[in-house]
């Protein structure tokens, strides 16, 4: 018994050790945010009708890579602004834990990793994704300190998950995916508009300022949300109005993009941090539901 207790505490001291020197290098590739870009192409490759497990572990190997290359470089280039804001201020390069020289090879190699799964997929997947990664890196990242605009840029990159996964079952661009795209671009600006509500003043010691409205945390931008929130309603049953899903599809995307809508309409009435922080959270739960619920619903 003894000796059982001994080798437990060893092998939980080992566990602990190995957890402690990973942890940078998950907050460094945003290993969450990359996970919900992996579920987010899966729900695309699913609905155009995928079933290659073989497919699905490079989509999600490829796609989990090339965000982490995306995240990585971002941290990189936003390492002094990152040191200005609280939310930011234990990332592994702004605490040293990982040298910027590091990170510059950690990224490319992720980059090239996931480039090889998602060009052994087929090329286009590998220009989307190649484009995925230059258009936030280097357009929407450089944008972020200088005009609200990054965020309509950075919805292009954002919204790529989707169409990616489709286009890794269809070889090719065309109406589904790109609409599987448009749906993922318009929930960008409710989403990321009540984080940057919810952060605008950590924001703001950076010297970025990404809310809508000249007039910060008013009324006038949380009617723009409401607003967004409100055409996400309309843009998500287009599947069902096209007859892609079923009754289903109307019953729970519609309940889900009322739902939503009311978080964003809570927000227009208190126009408080408390209110952007739950339309943020509950954005998290909004897109995955209404995407999975495309796949279970789509007529065959």
Not at 10 to 21: G, Q
Not at 94 to 110: D, G, K, P, R
Not at 176 to 182: D, H, R, V
Request: hydrophobic fraction near 55%.
């Amino acid at each position: 018994m003894m000796q059982f207790a001994v080798l437990f505490r060893i092998f939980a001291a080992s566990i602990v050790a190995f957890l402690k020197h990973l942890k940078p290098y998950l907050l460094f590739t945003k290993f969450r945010l990359s996970f919900l870009v992996i579920i987010s192409a899966l729900s695309g490759y699913l609905f155009m009708g995928g079933s290659d497990l073989f497919v699905v572990l490079k989509l999600c190997l490829g796609g989990f890579f090339v965000t982490a290359a995306s995240n990585g470089t971002n941290q990189i280039l936003e390492r002094e602004e990152d040191s200005l804001m609280k939310r930011t201020q234990n990332r592994p390069l702004v605490t040293q834990e990982i040298s910027v020289v590091n990170a510059v090879v950690l990224c490319i190699v992720f980059l090239l990793v996931g480039s090889y799964f998602l060009l052994s997929i087929n090329t286009a997947s590998f220009l989307l994704g190649l484009g995925a990664f230059i258009s936030y890196s280097f357009v929407y990242t450089p944008l972020k300190s200088r005009t609200p605009w990054a965020v309509f840029v950075g919805a292009f990159p954002g919204a790529i998950p989707p169409m990616l996964g489709a286009i890794a079952q269809t070889g090719s661009f065309g109406f589904i995916p790109g609409l599987l795209f448009f749906v993922q671009f318009m929930w960008q600006f409710p989403h990321f508009w009540a984080i940057a509500w919810a952060m605008h003043d950590d924001y703001l010691r950076a010297g970025y300022f990404l809310l809508p409205s000249r007039s910060g945390k008013s009324k006038q931008t949380a009617l723009l949300i409401s607003l967004y929130s409100a055409f996400l309603i309309p843009i998500s049953l287009i599947p069902w109005l096209l007859n892609l899903t079923n009754i289903y599809s109307l019953i729970i995307v519609g309940a889900l993009g009322v739902w939503f809508y009311f978080k964003s309409f809570r927000l227009y009435n208190l126009c408080d941090d408390s209110s952007a922080k739950k339309l943020m959270f509950a954005s998290f739960v909004y897109l995955p539901v209404i995407q999975f619920t495309y796949v279970f619903t789509k007529v065959i």
